[in-house]
């Protein structure tokens, strides 16, 4: 069993910046992806960024040039950092990890998900 644990958001002014994290803990064998979501009311959840485990990286276009994924693997978390918010990203943020648990078998998780609203 594999937990994600988020923290980071919050309300932030436009122009503003937050940096989220998900940690993950449990049988964990490897984290092959670790990566963020998010999900705007009236939109479809959407991919912001995700990294792999060998380092390569995939941004939302939309996004580009504003955030930045890292990881600590050694903590098993994936941090997020998001600069020049603007109010249209406002959402809730939600992790996401693939890997393989302590038995090889494979696990696809979601985080709970952490509020940003982005509102002067």
């Known amino acids: 069993q594999v937990q994600l644990v988020e923290s980071g958001g919050g309300l932030v002014q436009p122009g503003g910046s937050l940096r989220l994290s998900c940690a993950a803990s449990g049988s964990i064998f490897g984290l092959n992806v670790m990566g963020w979501y998010r999900h705007a009311p009236g939109k479809q959840r959407e991919l912001v960024a995700i990294m792999y485990s060998g380092g390569n990286t995939n941004y939302a276009d939309s996004l580009r040039g504003r955030i930045t994924i890292s990881r600590d693997n050694a903590k098993n978390t994936v941090y997020l950092q998001m600069n020049s918010l603007k109010v249209e990203d406002t959402a809730v943020y939600y992790c996401?990890?693939?890997?393989?648990?302590?038995?090889?078998?494979?696990?696809?998780?979601w985080g709970r998900g952490t509020q940003v609203t982005v509102s002067s």
């Open positions: 996401h990890v693939v890997g393989y648990g302590l038995g090889h078998q494979f696990f696809d998780v």
